[in-house]
């Protein structure tokens, strides 16, 4: 099963992932794609992003058995430990600088 999340995307990209996944609550896309199809999928909402953000987790032969990729600015960002995908934040400091209000 594959996992999608993104945010601020423009319509058409939902368009098309709706075409190949379901969307069971706004901005969340869920299904089964072969690796081409989400390869092909994620290189669109990745290239589309401007201002927005976007998550995709997708089974993989590894210990924690999933990968996860990110695209756009977010706080969290993955890390890799020793093989392991772990989460950390960015300082509240970097948010206020980035996207001054």
Do not use: C
């Amino acid at each position: 099963m594959t996992v999608l999340h993104t945010t601020a995307v423009p319509e058409h990209v939902r368009g098309a992932l709706t075409r190949w996944l379901i969307e069971p609550t706004p901005g969340m896309y869920v299904g089964t794609l072969s690796a081409r199809v989400r390869e092909a999928l994620w290189a669109v909402v990745s290239d589309s992003l401007t201002d927005g953000a976007a998550v995709l987790i997708y089974p993989d032969s590894n210990e924690q058995g999933f990968t996860l990729k990110t695209a756009g600015e977010r706080r969290r960002i993955p890390v890799d430990f020793d093989g392991i995908t772990l989460i950390a934040f960015r300082p509240e400091e970097y948010q206020e600088t980035a996207n001054p209000s």
